[in-house]
């Protein structure tokens, strides 16, 4: 009975692990794996993508045009 009991608690599965997506090819080939880092490092890219593009629209619309400067003298025509 001992040895079943071993065997009993060795089956526990670890549910701290985490979640792990493994993307398999047609020929049964691993292509790529996901892990949870990857995950919030892709959150917080797009977080951050989107601070900058509202940082940047707010600041092109409060900034004053840029006015061109018109040439001082005209340019030179070359005729053939």
Same mark, same amino acid.
């Given at each position: &009975?001992?040895?079943? !009991? #071993?065997? *009993?608690? *060795?089956?526990?599965?670890?549910?701290? !692990?985490?979640?792990?997506? *493994? $993307? %398999?090819? #047609?020929?049964?080939?691993?292509?790529? $794996? +996901? !892990? @949870?880092?990857?995950?919030? /490092?892709?959150? /917080?890219?797009? $977080?951050?993508?989107?601070?900058?593009? $509202? /940082?940047? &629209?707010?600041?092109?619309? %409060? #900034?004053? @045009? +840029? !006015?061109?400067? @018109? =040439?001082?003298?005209? =340019? /030179?025509? *070359?005729?053939?």
């Amino acid at each position: &009975m001992s040895k079943f !009991e #071993s065997r *009993q608690s *060795q089956l526990k599965l670890d549910t701290d !692990e985490g979640w792990v997506v *493994q $993307v %398999y090819g #047609s020929n049964r080939r691993l292509l790529c $794996v +996901l !892990e @949870p880092s990857h995950a919030w /490092i892709f959150l /917080i890219g797009c $977080v951050v993508g989107l601070l900058l593009s $509202v /940082i940047w &629209m707010n600041a092109a619309r %409060y #900034s004053p @045009p +840029l !006015e061109p400067t @018109p =040439p001082t003298e005209l =340019p /030179i025509w *070359q005729v053939d």
